[in-house]
């Protein structure tokens, strides 16, 4: 009887909570949607096809104020490959989110397709080379941009100011409209922006396919359409089971590729294009980032699936290379485009804090834009930062902050780290088996899960082709602000291998939180460009620096370093023989492989940590 009270008591509590959080849930969507169509209210909208210097029309979105000061108001621009929906009359979502905030100061605010995508004319190509010697009539995405600026300055009740913003490819867009020369582009806040396809975003890390995104984002977005269609048809993704054993059983390249459908040509130049030649080349916008005359607000996640590689990169480029513009930087512990969810507090089983994003959106998004575009307010602090760990802000004056040290902390005897060089040398061992590759997380679904950049990796434990070393519990707060470098010493026994290094933050409850990993191909070592194979026995330096890290290892914590040649399907298997082409490899190209990493003062491996304060 006393069970029977108590079970029904325990199920009215859950009842309860469930009608309270509905509650608050409709109360929520009842005031956003009040507040939507007050924002409706206050705005026209109007769609237009802005003439490009080729004849080009590109489909613009322009969400205008009733009510203008007698100035103009400042334009927002939102470039996108992504489609500019909604269509037509319908405002719907289109004034919410990140955008409210310029909606409720009366900002101009316009979306626009790219070329060759949904309701704009003309052909797309993926990752649009820049090109910075134009004739008359060439385009690029800059020069789109520039067209854009100058139709809307021309046809709008403006203040002579614009400003040009998007997250991930959208963020390519707003770097290339910082490089466009208009000189009513006073800001561009390139968010999560691709930089380098090849080096580290999206489709490769360090020339590694990173297989999974490349396959399921690639598998829908490369397919080519003509123009104009308001909507894509759906795309049914073949993946049917876990990523993992789907992948396994289509086993090469040439099975995965065939797996998708026929046209997708921008697939298939990457599979022709393994190394870092002209191709990846020119589609890099590292060379031009260079005498930019517009503010740049850069944007980035420390847990960004996608484009950690091009924030953090984006913003150093500029600050070393254009030294009289006015660059800022912020880096949060966001997944890809985290710092727009205003809800946001965690990621996984890992608590971040609470007003996150919504602190970002409110103090510092909109406020640099309304500094550069309104000519008001004061300057954002350079460098902002929230810390995984810390639960704070910080601010700096540059990035990586100047107060950083670079402390090393050497592989040691019995899996140990230290930060003292071992007199006396060794060497650890493993088998690697690309027909038995290391899983990148411990229960993988049928898509990837963004939560693997924080998560458990004690699921590894028992696996003989992962080397774990551990430190010693922290005694006092590690503050780590900045890139990671690794350098090790290696040998195989093939003559290619990849290195997976990951840093590991070990809570008191065990629990193996993952802060940055990352991979380097050792055929890849004297440059992306110059593959070289290795001697089979012969030990090699590779040296490579990771992205970014924003976190505090908090005392009765531990540090662990894990080493591996696998982590599938994130990554595309290494079959651990040289090839011209790896993606060319068949079946009987995968070969195990001992992989040897050595220790101690003759042939020391470390990874250097960027390490604030004592």
Same mark, same amino acid.
């Given at each position: 009887?006393?069970?029977?009270?108590?079970?029904?008591?325990?199920? %009215?509590?859950?009842?309860?909570?469930?009608?309270?959080?509905?509650?608050?849930?409709?109360?929520?969507? %009842?005031?956003?949607?009040?507040?939507?169509?007050?924002?409706?209210?206050?705005?026209?909208?109007?769609?237009?096809?802005?003439?490009?210097?080729?004849?080009?029309?590109?489909?613009?979105?322009?969400?205008?104020?009733?009510?203008?000061?007698? *100035?103009?108001?400042?334009?927002?621009?939102?470039?996108?490959?992504?489609?500019?929906?909604?269509?037509?009359?319908? %405002?719907?979502?289109?004034?919410?989110?990140?955008?409210?905030?310029?909606?409720?100061?009366?900002?101009?605010?316009?979306?626009?397709?790219?070329?060759?995508?949904?309701?704009?004319?003309?052909?797309?190509?993926?990752?649009?080379?820049?090109?910075?010697?134009?004739?008359?009539?060439?385009?690029?995405?800059?020069?789109?941009?520039?067209?854009?600026?100058?139709?809307?300055?021309?046809?709008?009740?403006?203040?002579?100011?614009? *400003?040009?913003?998007?997250?991930?490819?959208?963020?390519?867009?707003?770097?290339?409209?910082?490089?466009?020369?208009?000189?009513?582009?006073?800001?561009?806040?390139?968010?999560?922006?691709?930089?380098?396809?090849?080096?580290?975003?999206?489709?490769?890390?360090?020339?590694?396919?990173?297989?999974?995104?490349?396959?399921?984002f690639g598998g829908s977005f490369y397919r080519p359409f003509e123009t104009p269609y308001a909507k894509i048809p759906k795309y049914s993704s073949p993946i049917d089971k876990n990523v993992y054993d789907f992948f396994l059983e289509k086993g090469t390249m040439a099975g995965i590729r065939a797996s998708l459908?026929?046209?997708?040509?921008?697939?298939?130049?990457?599979?022709?294009?393994?190394?870092?030649?002209?191709?990846?080349?020119?589609?890099?916008?590292?060379?031009?980032?260079?005498?930019?005359?517009?503010?740049?607000?850069?944007?980035?996640?420390?847990?960004?699936?996608?484009?950690?590689?091009?924030?953090v990169n984006t913003y150093r480029i500029i600050r070393e290379n254009s030294p009289g513009t006015d660059v800022y930087f912020v880096y949060g512990p966001w997944y890809h485009g985290g710092w727009h969810n205003e809800t946001y507090t965690s990621l996984g089983d890992i608590y971040f804090g609470e007003d996150?994003?919504?602190?970002?959106?409110?103090?510092?998004?909109?406020?640099? %834009?309304?500094?550069?575009?309104?000519?008001?307010?004061?300057?954002?602090?350079?460098?902002?930062?929230?810390?995984?760990?810390?639960?704070?802000?910080?601010?700096?004056?540059?990035?990586?902050?100047?107060?950083?040290?670079?402390?090393?902390?050497?592989?040691?005897?019995?899996?140990?780290?230290?930060?003292?060089?071992?007199?006396?040398?060794?060497?650890?061992?493993?088998?690697?088996?690309?027909?038995?590759?290391?899983?990148?997380?411990?229960?993988?679904?049928?898509?990837?899960?963004?939560?693997?950049?924080?998560?458990?990796?004690?699921?590894?434990?028992?696996?003989?082709?992962?080397?774990?070393?551990?430190?010693?519990?922290?005694?006092?707060?590690?503050?780590?602000? *900045?890139?990671?470098?690794?350098?090790?010493?290696?040998?195989?026994?093939?003559?290619?291998?990849?290195?997976?290094?990951?840093?590991?933050?070990?809570?008191?409850?065990?629990?193996?939180?993952?802060?940055?990993?990352?991979?380097?191909?050792?055929?890849?070592?004297?440059?992306?460009?110059?593959?070289?194979?290795?001697?089979?026995?012969?030990?090699?330096?590779?040296?490579?620096?990771?992205?970014?890290?924003?976190?505090?290892?908090?005392?009765?914590?531990?540090?662990?370093?894990?080493?591996?040649?696998?982590?599938?399907?994130?990554?595309?298997?290494?079959?651990?023989?040289?090839?011209?082409?790896?993606?060319?490899?068949?079946?009987?190209?995968?070969?195990?492989?001992?992989?040897?990493?050595?220790?101690?003062?003759?042939?020391?491996?470390?990874?250097?940590?960027?390490?604030? *304060?004592?």
């Open positions: 009887m006393i069970i029977a009270i108590f079970t029904i008591e325990y199920v %009215f509590r859950i009842y309860m909570k469930k009608i309270l959080l509905l509650l608050v849930l409709s109360s929520l969507c %009842f005031l956003l949607s009040a507040q939507q169509k007050c924002l409706q209210d206050n705005y026209t909208k109007r769609e237009v096809m802005i003439p490009m210097r080729d004849g080009v029309g590109l489909f613009t979105a322009i969400y205008e104020p009733v009510l203008s000061s007698s *100035g103009g108001a400042p334009i927002i621009i939102t470039r996108t490959p992504y489609s500019c929906k909604p269509y037509g009359a319908d %405002f719907t979502g289109a004034l919410s989110g990140y955008m409210r905030y310029f909606a409720e100061n009366n900002y101009i605010i316009v979306f626009q397709d790219v070329r060759g995508r949904y309701m704009s004319e003309g052909v797309y190509e993926n990752i649009r080379p820049f090109n910075p010697c134009k004739a008359e009539n060439d385009i690029d995405e800059a020069s789109d941009t520039y067209d854009s600026v100058e139709w809307l300055i021309e046809n709008t009740l403006n203040n002579g100011n614009v *400003g040009v913003t998007g997250v991930s490819y959208p963020g390519f867009y707003a770097a290339m409209a910082a490089l466009s020369g208009h000189p009513a582009v006073k800001a561009v806040s390139p968010q999560a922006p691709i930089l380098d396809w090849y080096k580290g975003d999206d489709a490769h890390h360090n020339g590694v396919l990173m297989l999974l995104d490349t396959y399921s459908q026929d046209n997708l040509p921008f697939m298939d130049s990457l599979l022709v294009h393994p190394d870092y030649d002209r191709f990846w080349k020119e589609r890099s916008l590292e060379p031009y980032l260079r005498d930019i005359s517009p503010a740049v607000l850069v944007v980035g996640g420390a847990f960004d699936t996608d484009d950690c590689y091009g924030a996150i994003s919504a602190y970002f959106m409110r103090e510092i998004e909109y406020p640099f %834009f309304r500094y550069y575009l309104e000519e008001k307010g004061e300057k954002p602090s350079p460098v902002s930062v929230y810390a995984s760990g810390n639960s704070s802000w910080e601010e700096y004056d540059s990035w990586p902050c100047s107060s950083i040290e670079y402390m090393p902390v050497y592989l040691a005897a019995d899996r140990s780290l230290s930060c003292k060089i071992c007199e006396k040398p060794g060497v650890y061992s493993y088998i690697s088996d690309p027909l038995d590759p290391v899983p990148y997380m411990a229960q993988p679904g049928k898509g990837r899960d963004r939560t693997y950049m924080v998560a458990d990796q004690s699921f590894l434990d028992s696996r003989d082709d992962v080397l774990s070393f551990f430190s010693p519990e922290q005694e006092d707060v590690l503050s780590l602000r *900045g890139p990671v470098k690794v350098s090790l010493n290696i040998s195989s026994t093939s003559d290619d291998v990849d290195l997976i290094v990951k840093l590991i933050d070990v809570f008191p409850d065990g629990y193996q939180m993952l802060v940055r990993g990352d991979v380097f191909r050792a055929k890849y070592r004297h440059g992306f460009d110059r593959p070289e194979p290795l001697k089979p026995g012969k030990v090699y330096g590779l040296d490579f620096t990771m992205p970014d890290i924003a976190h505090d290892v908090l005392p009765g914590h531990r540090l662990m370093v894990q080493i591996q040649s696998t982590w599938f399907p994130l990554m595309d298997r290494n079959p651990q023989k040289y090839m011209q082409n790896v993606y060319e490899a068949e079946k009987d190209d995968y070969h195990k492989a001992e992989v040897k990493v050595y220790y101690g003062r003759r042939r020391p491996s470390c990874i250097w940590l960027p390490v604030v *304060g004592d």
